[in-house]
């Protein structure tokens, strides 16, 4: 169980930094190589995290971004949170995200999109 909140923990750290716009401690709870992906892509849009600071070094220019968890789900190693994401585009953007944790880093990160994939950083 305590494995459990030690994973929630870490993707809360996470968010925690993503509301703040603090990109390095952000980047900190993900591996060095980090792979996200935008389902239903099989090569992940973001590889490495030098490649998760550029993209989200732009995202985190908006001065009314924030992202709110629905619902989360703990799963052995795995964080599932159905998310609402604001200052990205005029409407909010629901997701679900799929954290996959291990040496407590974030390893690997898989979001689904209900109508449509999420508005793509430059070089992704």
Do not use: C
């Amino acid at each position: 169980m305590s494995d459990n909140l030690n994973v929630s923990d870490i993707v809360q750290r996470q968010l925690e930094a993503y509301n703040a716009r603090d990109l390095e401690r952000f980047a900190a709870t993900y591996a060095d190589t980090v792979r996200i992906f935008r389902m239903p892509a099989t090569e992940p849009a973001i590889s490495g995290k030098a490649q998760l600071r550029e993209v989200y070094r732009q995202r985190f220019s908006s001065p009314s971004l924030h992202a709110e968890i629905l619902a989360r789900v703990i799963m052995g190693n795995k964080v599932i949170d159905h998310e609402r994401v604001r200052g990205i585009r005029e409407q909010p953007l629901e997701a679900v995200a799929v954290y996959e944790v291990a040496s407590n880093l974030i390893q690997a990160v898989w979001f689904f999109y209900p109508d449509e994939p999420f508005p793509a950083s430059k070089g992704t």
